[in-house]
């Protein structure tokens, strides 16, 4: 099952961590966790992916048969198949068990070259294949610097969504990541997080009408830990996050996913 409209999201991406034993303890653990929390009479009220590396697919998704768990690739190529060596693609990954696909993360950009068109490419592979992409837009510290930040992600934002259509919109999550503040310890300060995903969701209105950005998902991601959780879901643009090292340990993305179902989800366009 889809995430609701605005519903709070936590995604988990491992990145390159955790063998498929590892997965399956973490994702035991994590239910064991859940059955005690996320919950408000209807399912889930935090949504949750986990984002796992590719041989650990089939066992996540063994692992989370019948709870409130989604399961996500990491990437995958915009080609259905073919003769791209190492790659994966979106009908391999829904085949597999996924329902979302992590698109454009920092990592992919900056460390190995990923282009605005690639992950344009990507989005509609994703979106062909079924799968909810959760594409990331960030600035990087010399562009924050140099106050170029809207010039950024309204590119980015742009580029990845070029000549798409509302209901494309809805069947997508935005993730704002600032690159300076993945894996660095140095969170966004709530103000910051909240303009920028403010500033992402008028863009969205710009192209794609006021209703469509009033109902689309935009997730925080860079350095949340459980102690700044409430304070960046307090703002209302903040629909959820985006989690890298803090996700690793069951018991602290179990808290994040706390925060998440405790949080009351505002819309504003
Ligand atoms: C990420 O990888 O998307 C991320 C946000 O990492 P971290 O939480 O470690 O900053």
Redesign the pocket.
């Known amino acids: 099952m889809p995430h609701k409209l605005r519903q709070p999201m936590m995604v988990a ?1 491992w ?1 390159m961590h955790k063998t498929v034993t590892q997965t399956a303890e973490f994702l035991a653990r994590l239910r064991k966790l859940q059955a005690g929390g996320n919950h408000n009479g209807s399912g889930g009220a935090c949504f949750v992916v986990v984002a796992p590396p590719f041989p650990s697919i089939p066992a996540a998704v063994e692992a989370v048969k019948g709870a409130d768990i989604a399961i996500a690739g990491q990437n995958l190529h915009w080609a259905p198949e073919g003769a791209y060596t190492g790659e994966v693609s979106g009908p391999m990954l829904a085949a597999a068990g996924c329902t979302y696909v992590i698109v454009g ?1 920092s ?1 992919r950009r900056h460390g190995l070259g990923e282009t605005d068109e690639m992950i344009h490419k990507k989005v509609r592979a994703a979106l062909a294949a079924g799968l909810t992409p959760i594409v990331c837009v960030g600035e990087t510290q010399e562009q924050r610097s140099g106050n170029e930040t809207e010039i950024i992600l309204r590119y980015q934002f742009e580029r990845a969504f070029w000549g798409m259509s509302a209901e494309d919109l809805r069947r997508s999550v935005l993730a704002y ?1 600032p690159v300076w ?4 310890g140095n969170t966004a300060t709530p103000d910051i997080a909240e303009g920028a995903h403010r500033f992402l969701r008028r863009c969205a209105a710009g192209i794609f009408g006021p209703e469509a950005a009033a109902g689309f998902t935009i997730l925080y ?4 830990k459980p102690s700044n959780i409430r304070a960046l879901l307090e703002h209302p643009d903040v629909d959820g996050g ?5 996700s690793l340990e069951p018991d602290s993305f179990a808290s994040l996913v706390q925060a998440g179902a405790k949080s009351v989800a505002s819309p504003s366009a």
């Open positions: 991406n990145k993360h990592e990541e503040a993945i894996g660095t991601g860079g350095s949340i985006l989690v890298g090292t803090a």
